[in-house]
């Protein structure tokens, strides 16, 4: 009896619609999140991630409709977030039906949301995503979709996130992001190491012996991944049945 | 058949709902004492924080009509934190009263493993469970949570591990409860939610 490995697609989203990008530029439509949302509750997802990578204020209301629509397919947990800065904010994701929400920019701009949102909804509804990429000897982390760097070391970051409240690491690698290069164990694994919360390994999965690596190399408590799975790469139930032959304990579907 | 579900703020009450319409079971929210005490089946779901429940619960009036159900054979079922407000209090709010409708005190779970538990895991059965029927023995659950109750004495059914065993089913008469979130269990879940309200209503009439 153990904790099962989860793997998680994602679903990058302009509000509305599911789009597709390499290193978060020349983003492209995906799909209907419904649609993909209901093809993975079928399949065997552990649970969905759904994400408005352009998160401007105007079309918050689509995004929450999304949500919205999403919810309604499934019956695995649900986390949604996307340029969440206050509480109200964070309320309103989770009335729209999901069960966590995700901060990145805000949080490393105002630690104390991470507290505030944790004191309101619990830690284990607190996700904090990091979005982090290698410069020179360290891992920083990038704030606003990844144009900028706060200047802060991603894996202090990541302790000081859970200090403050959050429940979760939600860790993107931008080096490995949509490159299907596999993921950056390494930085998975620093973080894994310091922080008592599950992490969630992002950015660079292509082949199950990735997954297989992440979980055993880098030490995550989760994978997630988009693209692979959107295009039907990588199918669900053959990744976790290959993770389950190599000794990875997993959901396997009923 | 009223199924009722009690609306006080939590976030996984529109989760439960769906599960249980998924199923054609359609329940209603019950947030006033009138309401609960017209529930002929209570559920109460919960995610959060024990001391923000209980204070919830106390300043709407809602702790005695629960109460008051419970007496009176009413078939219940608390979802995660509301499996922890059955017992007498817990270590995450000091000295916030629990309903007490079973003794003993919710404890953290040992900081040696990560927390939350959060994912999905499977059970240990040490006695025959109603909410368990049907399920296969290696099936999975999910559960979000920090704290747990270490011991239910004769009422506990199923137990999980996450470095120390805590009770993730309790069955005792009309009271059942969960620690893992069956809305969000998948099929699984949705069978745990129909074998409640099967055993609540052994006629049938769900």
Known sequence: MTLARRIIPCLDTDGQRVVKGVNFVNLRDAGDPAALAARYNQEGADELVVLDI???RDHR???????????????????????????????????????????NTAAIRNPQLLTELAAEFGSQAVVLAIDAKRVGSRWEAFVR??????????????????????????????????????????????????VGVPVIASGGADSPKDFLDVFVEGRADAALAASIFHDAIQGLG?????????GVPVRLSE | MKISLVEYGAGNLPSVEAALARQNIHTERASTPEAIRAAET?????????????????????????????????????????????FSGSAEAPGEPGLGILSGQIAALPPTAKLP???WNQLRRVRPSALLEGLPPDSYFYFAHSYAAMSAGEAAVAMCDHCEPFVAVLERGNVFAVQFHPEKSGSTGARVLANFIAAGNPRGRA
């Open chain 1, 54 to 56: 352009a998160a401007s």
């Open chain 1, 61 to 103: 209301p689509t995004f929450l409709e999304t949500i919205r629509r999403v919810a309604a397919e499934l019956a695995i947990p649900l986390t949604a977030g996307g340029g969440v800065a206050t509480v109200d904010e964070g309320r309103a994701i989770l009335r729209s039906g999901a069960d966590k929400l995700t901060v």
């Open chain 1, 145 to 194: 979709g990844g144009r900028e760097t706060s200047g802060l070391d991603a894996v202090e970051w990541a302790k000081r996130g859970v200090a403050c409240g959050a429940g979760e690491i939600l860790l993107t690698s931008m080096d490995r992001d949509g490159t299907r290069s596999g993921f950056d164990l390494e930085l998975t694994a620093a973080v894994s190491d310091v």
């Open chain 1, 238 to 246: 053959e990744l976790k049945r290959f993770l389950h032959a190599n």
């Open chain 2, 42 to 86: 209570l559920i109460l779901p919960g995610v959060g924080h024990f001391g923000q429940l209980m204070r919830t619960l106390t300043e709407r009036d809602l702790i005695a009509p629960i109460e008051e159900i419970i007496a009176r054979g009413t078939p219940f079922l608390g979802i995660c934190l509301g499996l922890q407000a059955l």
């Open chain 2, 117 to 119: 538990h959060m994912g």
